[in-house]
């Protein structure tokens, strides 16, 4: 996406299917940034932005700053402060900026919100007149974008039901931690096949039948023992 005009910069996020080309992605005013698919406390969140007019054979500085009208991330607690100014490289026509996020126990519950915004320099303008030609963007805005941080895991698109049971964060956790899987992995279909999600509850069921048959279940935040296909209790069961 490069054409002679007008050298700008503008925010340049996009988010699809992975079987579809990067390239036809479309372009999102807003990053999702989510604690409850990773297990590290901290999490760094790259926002792409790209530039129009020709590239240079030498770097360009631009500046970008917190909107504080779309913001409600405190600075230092759920999120590190952004650097004065980050870099267009050489030869390039994009840019990256990394944005590190703490992981706080209010994003359990509530969304939390960091919005970012390009400023003009000598450089970089922010409008460009010939904006309308560029395809893929349909609404929003090009100088203003916003993360979205959250810590609630959501179900992953290979858990089944029948196999392992009702989904719970504290379940996957558990799976991940005894049997050094991710998320990603329960995200993956390639990786998370019918015989590999049959492993995985074969040998999660022999961790939990272990610890059952030695007096310690391991439960659920609800008090129920954790369940997987194999298990020699009924799923529902509470300990004796």
């Known amino acids: 996406m490069s054409y002679e005009g007008e050298e700008a910069i503008y925010f340049a996020v996009q988010s699809g299917h992975s079987y579809a080309s990067e390239k036809d992605w479309p372009y999102m005013p807003y990053t999702l940034a989510e604690f409850g698919k990773v297990q590290e406390d901290t999490m760094v969140v790259n926002i792409k932005v790209m530039i129009t007019g020709p590239e240079k054979d030498y770097p360009r500085p631009f500046r970008v700053v917190v909107n504080p009208d779309s913001t409600t991330a405190r600075e230092g607690i759920d999120y590190r402060a952004l650097v004065g100014e980050y870099m267009v490289e050489a030869n390039r026509s994009y840019a990256y900026i990394p944005v590190l996020f703490y992981r706080q126990p209010e994003m359990k519950n509530d969304t ?13 303008s922010l409008t460009f007149k010939e904006f309308d030609k560029m395809e893929g963007f349909t609404s929003g805005s090009v100088v203003f974008e916003q993360i979205l941080v959250t810590d609630i895991m959501p179900k992953p698109s290979q858990w089944l039901d029948n196999t392992f049971g009702t989904f719970t964060p504290e379940k996957l956790n558990r799976m991940c931690l005894e049997l050094g899987y991710t998320y990603d992995d329960f995200q993956d279909p390639r990786k998370m096949n019918y015989v590999e999600q049959y492993t995985v ?11 059952y048959e030695n007096g310690e279940p391991i439960l659920e ?5 954790m369940w997987v296909s194999g298990c020699v209790y009924a799923n529902g069961t509470y300990p004796d």
Do not use: P, Y
């Not at 939390?112 to 970089?124: C, P, R, Y």
């Not at 509850?201 to 610890?211: D, P, S, T, V, Y």
């Not at 935040?221 to 023992?225: F, K, V």
């Open 201 to 211: 509850a074969r040998k999660f069921a022999e961790i939990l039948n272990k610890a």
């Open 112 to 124: 939390v919100t960091l919005g970012l915004k390009l400023v003009a320099n000598d450089h970089f």
């Open 221 to 225: 935040n609800n008090g129920q023992m």
